[in-house]
Every structure is written in structure tokens, then in C-alpha cells.
């Protein structure tokens, strides 16, 4: 054995330099087969570390180091008894507690070393594995070693590879600590020699003590466990054993089958009791019933993901798909072989989620749960700013090197050195953050199974991210907030209160002509995952709108899979196609010939390579996975050799693994874009035959793809009337019905929730507002929000013929001032001012206000605003776009949405989504053209757009030849 004790990593945040990578391949480079790192106060990086080391067949010790104010100490877990004291510990040491105080209460199952005789002292007694360490910078552990009768140990206490890291530790401290590299107390940092040494180095620096060698060897050996926990770690259901556990998990799914079902035939039942057993036997039960319970707490919820190919999750309510009827593949989700835990995933209202969290917390306790964490990396442009910040220049100078004016750095010779130490930190985690929806519930106290701190948000939080949790073996819930599922539960509150009611069990929005019409025709704004330009788009070039078609839609629409989605439409329209190989074909029938979903990746590993069930799940893992090209490649070569075993040509295993390649960072399983598109039928439900309370509600959660004037320019197009916001009609939310929207006091940027309340409090007491008097009389504002209500057109009603800019010398001058409680000066002696009766017009200068204060116009497009230069310009109306087929067209555009992409040959092109007052069209804008015109692509404001109308089946885009800023 050849280990060494004492390497701290990149995860020691803001002050290691070293990711797993680069410590392996320094391992495989020394002989090195065993290490112990010791990152401080944490094991952040536990899991990638123990991950990417079996690749290298190095062993990981689970060690810490920690920094107490007597000196160093350094913990290494030898039994699962001891790794749960150290993540206790660590635990506790957040909270102020005295970490060598707690290890002096208990330590079995971990080995102890310091360097510091006053800890070593007060250890002595209360340890039975303790060791006095030595380390290349600090020998000083002999002495205290032999006064005290303890054994040696040798530890390298190493931070990194080459002396010259020493520079990017400087910078990491220096962003730490907020100063810059130059006032640093140096004293505070780690030695420049601290480097993990040659295999004679080492033993040459060790060579007088070779009994501190013999320990290291020691504690190597004791601490060779190779697992953290025995089995996947699952919450107990309220102390029901596993047995009681499946019988109330088998008594919820047949009742709930009862009623989703009416009559349970026979392959229901099968299904039902096929899941069932592998459910139960592999102790899943307690899972499937506290989801159950979870999703009980919500108005409505979408569970998602590989759990919508469960019937048990469908009997409980926790998916809302049939798996039976759209023939979903439950070996996506769980097998009997299947060695990790599959997640559950559910989506609640957004505004509900959080208040679900602390449900969930309160039945289970909190000293149960945890939230699962993020790592964030530092990327290149935060990683120049810190970089830069480091070496004193300043904000401005910083802002115009990211904004690409070079010059700067020719001029001075500091940024040379700034952006080589940018590109050293960039990749390395800077910070923890809270995952947005993961969340651990675990049978005994979570700090007992992984290391717990606190979020900002005042959440317990693991210090591992998902990829740790789950090779953890603990189970990670994910609750997710979902705005479209407001706009569903908000839209149906709506309606009930007009007496129409939509049962949510007998309701089949799929099977609706009308709504399946809308969607083959891409009319889908405010409708949840098909309202992007791109899905849309496809829409119409399919003419599909069909549940079938959805789904496959929903997990085509992926940045790698763009190179088969034309193909895919030109089969939809019947392009014949040969088969590329009769099983493969009975894979993907259904998709048209084409990998569409994750499990496709994993049946065609199984039926054309002979893959296991479980190498063909890793293998989708893996293809999805980043800094993935050592286990990707040894999978390439196991499906090559097991395809050619089984006769199958070249050209098409070269074509298949193609696209299995076009899974290459996020795609979908099929229960999952059919669990999407389910939700997607329902909303599109709503904008057919209720769109008023639907865009009211799309307004009211805050949208989805577009802004907020995007959707009012849509309720627009949907012959929608558009009042207010208006005092006596607006609450503060959007409200529809019989084809109005009254827009909500929300609309109004900057105005203060205690103005609304205030209005809405007094109109609720005394009435509707009869004039500008009548307010001043009744209620005080702030100046700043009378302002920006009359700006919003809100006193319009109420106030005559005066102007907006009267209206607030109005309700100033006469009303009831809010000035945080100061007296008024002269307060008595002013006289009320009149409205003077005179015609009211739409000013510019009116409407500009206006349109700041509302991101949109009340009563127009915000075209109008140029109205007098569009009528000088000779152009088309987007509606016409299709009359125009080829030929070059001049319209007026305002920016709505814009997708930027790189080309094979790194250049930039862009997909811009314009709107006039008539319609929402696409560009295309290629390189050489946006070369041109980036300056005018990425700006708010209104744009000439020039350029020829393409076709592609019944969808319609223009090819930008030029773009101009109109006047």
C-alpha cells in the first residue's frame, strides 16, 4: 500500500486548488493507490472524489481537517460509527460548538492526529486512536509524540501540485477575505512548498521517523470501509415496519386504481401487483406513502419525471398520466435490479411550494431534513471580475475588458497576469447555494448521515449537491414550484366562482378538437412548455396537436437533437424512411425512426449490444453527464463490440451511437414530457374556451416565456378588452371574464403594496371613488406613488379632462400628504385647485410615462409610439407574412424574445422573435448579418426589419438580410 494522508482540495472553498482530477492524475503519476483528504471543517467533494477514484483505482479515506484555535486536527473515519460522529461533529462545529470538546466526548470509529501538544493533551486521555502528526512543514509533532507516549504519524497536509498553484491560492484567499493579493497576511496562507511530493521525496522527508511512515500505513489500512452506508437510507412512514409499510402502501394503491379507474380489469391488476413486488421488496413502500402524503397538501401538483411511468404512482395521485394508456416504460424508473434511488419528482404551484417545505418539515421534524445543496463554479466572466477585483483595478476598468474593449489590456501588462489566474480558478467551486427543490427526510437525525449547515434562507442544508445526496444512498425528494399550475388552479377558481365547474377527475382536455386544433396551429402563448418560439415553431411545421405528438415534441425540442428535428418533420409528412435496423425500429416506431426519449438510449444499448438493465441506465446517465470521456468511451467500445458480436454493420452502429450522443446534456424520459404535456393540454384547455380568466391568470403569476406586454399584446390578438388599472375597478391581481381583463394593481412598477391596500381597504369601507376630491378626502399617499398611479392611468376614470400631469398637482396639493409623519408647512393656507374642464389627448409624452410605469400601453401597441415614422415607411404587417413567400419584405419589429447559438464554425447567429401590431413572427439572423448589426439585436427598442420570407411546411420566418433602428 502507498497512501497518503492529508490532501486538501478545491473543496476547501476559497482556499484549496485542486479538483478531483487533478489529485488522481497526481496519484497515478507517484504510485499513489490510497489518499485521505482532508478538506477543512467539510467533506463537500466526499462523493466526487470516491466517484472519479475508481476510474484511477485509487481508494478514498473520509477524513477533515479542522483549524481550531490550539492548532490543527485531523479526523479520519475508520467504521460507519465514526463517520456518523464526524458529520455530527461537523454539524454541530457550525453552530459554535467546541470541536475539540466533542471529540473528547466521543470519537469511536475515528483516528485522530494533530501536530498541537495542547490538543494532543487534552485528547490523550479520551482517544484510543490518537497520533501525534508530523507533516513536511511541521516536525514538531515528534517531540510531543515521545512526552506523550503517542504513535507518529506522517501526514503531507498538501494543497498542491506545483509550486506555482501557490498563486491561485493567494487569489482564492484574497477573494475570501475580500482584499486584495497584495495586503494579505501571509501568514494566514498555506506554505508555496506545500505540493504532494515524489515517492523518493516523500520518503526522504520522512526517512528519521520511519515509524510516522508505518503509521500512515496504519491508519490507511484501518480506514479502507468501502462503503458510507449499507443500503439506501429511506425515511420511516410515521414507525411502520417494512411489513406494515407494503400493506398500507398496497391498501392506498387499489383504492386509489378504484377511482381512477371505475373497474379494475385484468391487466390493471397485473401492473398494479408487478409494481407492487419490486416496490416492496426493495423497501421503496415508505417512499411511495409520505409522497402521497406530500402531494395531498397541495391544491394541485404534476409529478414528473421517471415516476409517471408508476401505475402506483398514478393510483396515488402523485402523477397524473396513465402509464397503461400511453405505454410508459416502468423500467425507466425502477427495476429489481436497479441499484441507486430513482427520484420522485413533483411540481406544486409556486406560490405554494415553500409553505409544502415547511409541512413537510413540521411532520417529519426538522432534525430529520435537509435541504440538498449546490456547488457553484466560478465561471470565466465572474472568475476576471474576482481576478480583478484581487489586483485592485477597478470596477469600471473590469466592465470595460468584459464588455470587450481590449484596449485596457495592452495598456497595462496587470491584466496578463489577471486573466491567466481567472482561467485557474475557472471551474472551481466558489460557494454552496440551496437546491431549488431537493430535499432529504431521513430515519434517524440527518446530521448522523451527511455534514448539515445553514442556508441563507434559514433551511438545514447538506453540504453535498444531488450527484453526492444520491451517491450517498440518501433519498432525495424533489418539490418544485411550477407557475403554469397557478395559472391552472387560479383560471378554474375563477370560473367556479362564475358557477363552472371542471372536474379535475372526468376532465380529458386531449380529447377536445378544439384544443388540439389550437395547438397544431402553435397558437400556444400562456400554455406551460409549448409557448417558445422553437416549440411553437414545430407546432406548425407538423401541423400535430395531438397528445402522441406532444410528448414526442416535448423531449425532441433539445439543443443536441436539432440536427434530427427537420427530419423528424419531414417524416411526420410522410417522407418515406428506411428502417436503420429491425429492432431498433421496434424502439423508436413511434417517434418516426428517431431517438426521442432517455429510455430509448437504454433499450437500445439492451437489445442491439446485449447491455444489462443497469449498464444501459448508466449508460444514459452517462451520456447526459459532463466531464464524462473516460466512461463514455469505454461504454462506445462495449457497445461496439457487443453490436458487431450480433452481426450489426458499421454504418449502423456509427448511426445509432450518433444519437445516442444527441442525449448530451439535459433531455427527457417519456413519462416525463408526458406527465408536461398532460399539464400543457389542461392549460391550452383554458385558452380556448376560457381565455379571459386564463390570460388574467397567466398575467397575475407573472407569465412564463414572454414579458408581461407580450402577453397583454397577445390577450390583445385574442380580441380581449384591456380596462384599467383603474381605482375602482382594479384589485391587485389580474381579473377575466366575458372576454375583459381588468389589468391588476401588480402591473404598476414601483408603486408600494401598502398604497394598494390602503386603496382597496377604503374602497372595500366607503365605496367606489366618485372624483380626485373624493380621494383626497379619504385616503393619504405617498408622493412617489401618486406619481406612478397617475403615470399607470389609474385616476383616468374619475378624473374629468385633466391631465395626468394635473391630476397628481391635484391629489398633491389637496390631499392628505403621507411625508413619514412630518408636518406640512403652510399647510392652512392652501387653496384646493380645480379641474379645469378641457379636452383630454394622448400625449407622447403621456404614453412614454405611461409605458414606464406599466412596461406597456393601456389603450395601444407600443408601436404607436412611432406611430408618425412607421406611417412614412412602406412595410407589411406581420399577418401578411405568408402572402410573401421568397420574396424580400420590410416590416417593423419589436424584440420579444432572442436565443443566441454558435455555429459548427464558432460563429454567433441568433433567433429573434418581433412583434408588430398585427402578430408575433420569427427571424433568422446568421452570422455575417449579425456581425453587422449585434449592436441593434440585443437592444429594447424598435427595429426596421428587412429581409426574405421563408416557408418550411405551414411555418413562416424571415431571413434578415439588414435591421435598422427606427427614429
Known amino acids: 500500500m502507498a497512501s497518503r494522508l492529508g490532501i486538501i482540495s478545491a473543496y476547501s472553498l476559497l482556499y484549496g486548488v485542486l479538483m478531483p482530477g487533478d489529485i488522481l492524475e497526481a496519484c497515478r503519476t507517484h504510485a499513489i493507490d490510497t489518499i485521505a483528504i482532508t478538506d477543512i471543517s467539510g467533506m463537500h467533494g466526499l462523493h466526487a472524489f470516491r466517484e472519479e477514484a475508481q476510474e484511477y483505482g485509487v481508494t478514498i479515506i473520509t477524513a477533515t481537517k479542522f483549524i481550531t484555535p490550539q492548532g490543527p486536527l485531523w479526523a479520519f473515519v475508520s467504521s460507519a460509527q465514526g463517520y456518523a460522529h464526524l458529520t455530527h461533529i461537523l454539524s454541530l462545529q457550525v453552530q459554535g460548538s467546541d470541536v475539540i470538546e466533542a471529540l473528547s466526548s466521543e470519537s469511536r470509529g475515528l483516528i485522530l492526529a494533530s501536530s498541537s501538544r495542547p490538543i494532543l493533551t487534552r485528547l490523550k486521555s479520551c482517544s484510543d486512536e490518537l497520533y501525534a502528526a508530523i507533516t513536511p512543514g511541521n516536525l514538531g509533532g515528534c517531540n510531543y509524540g515521545s512526552a506523550l507516549s503517542l504513535p ?247 466592465t470595460q475588458v468584459l464588455s470587450g474593449r481590449n484596449q485596457l489590456i495592452e495598456q497595462q501588462s496587470v491584466w496578463n497576469s489577471v486573466l491567466a489566474l481567472a482561467q485557474s480558478i475557472t471551474g472551481l467551486p466558489r460557494s454552496l447555494s440551496m437546491h431549488c427543490g431537493g430535499l432529504v427526510i431521513t430515519p434517524r437525525t440527518v446530521d448522523t448521515y451527511a455534514h448539515v449547515i445553514r442556508s441563507r434562507e434559514g433551511y438545514p442544508l447538506l453540504t453535498w449537491d444531488k450527484e453526492g445526496v444520491e451517491s450517498a444512498g440518501l433519498v432525495k425528494i424533489d418539490l418544485l414550484g411550477n407557475r403554469s399550475l397557478a395559472v391552472i388552479r387560479d383560471t378554474l377558481a375563477a370560473l367556479e366562482k362564475e358557477g363552472i365547474i371542471i372536474d379535475r377527475d372526468t376532465w380529458r382536455p386531449a380529447e377536445d378538437e378544439a384544443t388540439v386544433d389550437l395547438i397544431a396551429r402553435g397558437d400556444t402563448m400562456g400554455v406551460f412548455y409549448i409557448e417558445s418560439p422553437a416549440m411553437r415553431l414545430l407546432q406548425k411545421k407538423t401541423g400535430k396537436g395531438d397528445f402522441e405528438h406532444i410528448v414526442i415534441h416535448s423531449s425532441l425540442i433539445r439543443p443536441a437533437a436539432n440536427a434530427y428535428i427537420e427530419e423528424y418533420v419531414q417524416r411526420v409528412h410522410g417522407k418515406p424512411w428506411e428502417p436503420i435496423h429491425p429492432l431498433f425500429e421496434q424502439i423508436v416506431q413511434e417517434s418516426y425512426g428517431i431517438m426521442c426519449y432517455q429510455e430509448d438510449v437504454s433499450k437500445t444499448a439492451i437489445v442491439l449490444a446485449g447491455f444489462s438493465e443497469h449498464d444501459g441506465d448508466q449508460l444514459r446517465k452517462v451520456v447526459a453527464k459532463k466531464h464524462k470521456h473516460k466512461r463514455l468511451a469505454a461504454y462506445e467500445r462495449q457497445f461496439d463490440e457487443g453490436c458487431r458480436s450480433r452481426g450489426i454493420a458499421q454504418d449502423v452502429r456509427e448511426r445509432i451511437w450518433s444519437m445516442i450522443l444527441s442525449f448530451d446534456g439535459y433531455s427527457f424520459c417519456k413519462p416525463h414530457s408526458a406527465s408536461y404535456a398532460m399539464v400543457s393540454f389542461q392549460s391550452a384547455y383554458l385558452r380556448v374556451h376560457h381565455p379571459a380568466p386564463f390570460m388574467a391568470s397567466v398575467l397575475s403569476n407573472r407569465g412564463g416565456f414572454y414579458s408581461e406586454g407580450a402577453y397583454i399584446s397577445e390577450a390583445r390578438r385574442m380580441g380581449l378588452e384591456l380596462r384599467g388599472p383603474d381605482v375602482n375597478e382594479s384589485i391587485y391581481r389580474y381579473q377575466g371574464s366575458n372576454h375583459r381583463i381588468i389589468v391588476g394593481f401588480m402591473a404598476i412598477h414601483d408603486l408600494s403594496y401598502r398604497s394598494v391596500q390602503t386603496i382597496l381597504d377604503e374602497r372595500h369601507k366607503g365605496g367606489v371613488f366618485t372624483s380626485l376630491d373624493d380621494i383626497t378626502e379619504r385616503i393619504t399617499l405617498p408622493h412617489t406613488d401618486i406619481a406612478v398611479l397617475a403615470s399607470a392611468g389609474v385616476f383616468d376614470s374619475i378624473a374629468g379632462t385633466a391631465d395626468r400631469e394635473e391630476q397628481v398637482r391635484i391629489l398633491l396639493i389637496n390631499g392628505k400628504r403621507d411625508k413619514g409623519g412630518e408636518p406640512e408647512l403652510f399647510q392652512q393656507s392652501v387653496q384646493p385647485i380645480r379641474v379645469q374642464i378641457r379636452e383630454r389627448k394622448d400625449r407622447t409624452e403621456e404614453l412614454l410615462s405611461e409605458y414606464r410605469a406599466l412596461g406597456f400601453l393601456r389603450n395601444h401597441h407600443i408601436l404607436f409610439l412611432w406611430a408618425y415614422e412607421l406611417s412614412r415607411i412602406r412595410r407589411i404587417r406581420g399577418y401578411e407574412i405568408p402572402g410573401h413567400e421568397d420574396q424580400q419584405v420590410t416590416l417593423a419589429g419589436w424584440p420579444v424574445t432572442k436565443r443566441t447559438i454558435m455555429t459548427k464554425q464558432k460563429h454567433v447567429m441568433a433567433f429573434v422573435s418581433f412583434e408588430d401590431e398585427t402578430c408575433i413572427y420569427e427571424a433568422v439572423i446568421f452570422p455575417q448579418v449579425h456581425e453587422r448589426y449585434e449592436s441593434l439585436i440585443y437592444a429594447s427598442r424598435p427595429l426596421i426589419v428587412r429581409g426574405i420570407v421563408k416557408r418550411c411546411h405551414r411555418a413562416f420566418s424571415i431571413e434578415v438580410t439588414s435591421l435598422s433602428a427606427l427614429a
Open 152 to 398: 507518529l504519524v506522517a501526514i503531507e497536509d498538501a494543497l498542491f501540485i506545483e509550486k506555482k498553484d501557490y498563486d491561485t491560492h493567494r487569489l482564492l484567499c484574497a477573494i475570501a477575505q475580500k482584499k486584495t493579493v497584495g495586503s494579505l497576511d501571509e501568514s494566514l496562507l498555506a506554505s508555496p512548498d506545500a505540493v504532494i511530493h515524489s515517492a523518493s521525496e516523500y520518503q526522504r522527508i520522512f526517512s528519521p521517523w520511519p515509524e510516522a511512515l508505518e503509521g500512515s500505513e496504519r491508519i490507511a489500512r484501518q480506514c479502507s470501509f468501502s462503503g458510507l452506508f449499507s443500503s439506501l437510507i429511506f425515511p420511516s412512514y410515521h414507525l411502520l415496519d417494512d411489513a406494515h409499510s407494503g400493506a398500507v402502501l398496497r391498501e392506498r394503491v387499489f383504492e386509489g386504481a378504484d377511482m381512477r379507474y371505475g373497474e379494475l380489469n385484468d391487466a390493471i391488476i397485473d401492473r398494479i401487483e408487478w409494481e407492487l413486488s419490486i416496490v416492496i421488496q426493495k423497501g421503496f413502500a415508505p417512499y411511495f406513502l409520505i409522497m402521497h402524503d406530500i402531494v395531498n397538501m397541495a391544491s394541485r401538483s404534476c409529478g414528473r419525471g421517471s415516476a409517471a411511468a408508476s401505475i402506483i404512482s398514478y393510483a396515488l395521485g402523485i402523477t397524473q398520466v396513465d402509464p397503461i394508456a400511453y405505454n410508459l416504460y416502468f423500467e425507466r424508473f425502477l427495476t429489481s435490479s436497479r441499484e441507486d434511488m430513482p427520484d420522485i419528482d413533483v411540481d406544486f404551484a409556486w406560490d405554494e411550494r415553500d409553505g409544502i417545505l415547511h409541512q413537510v418539515m413540521d411532520n417529519f421534524t426538522v432534525e430529520h431534513c435537509a435541504r440538498v445543496a449546490n456547488h457553484n463554479l466560478f465561471r470565466f466572466r465572474s472568475a476576471v471580475r474576482e481576478s480583478a477585483k484581487a489586483h485592485g483595478l477597478s470596477d469600471d476598468q473590469i
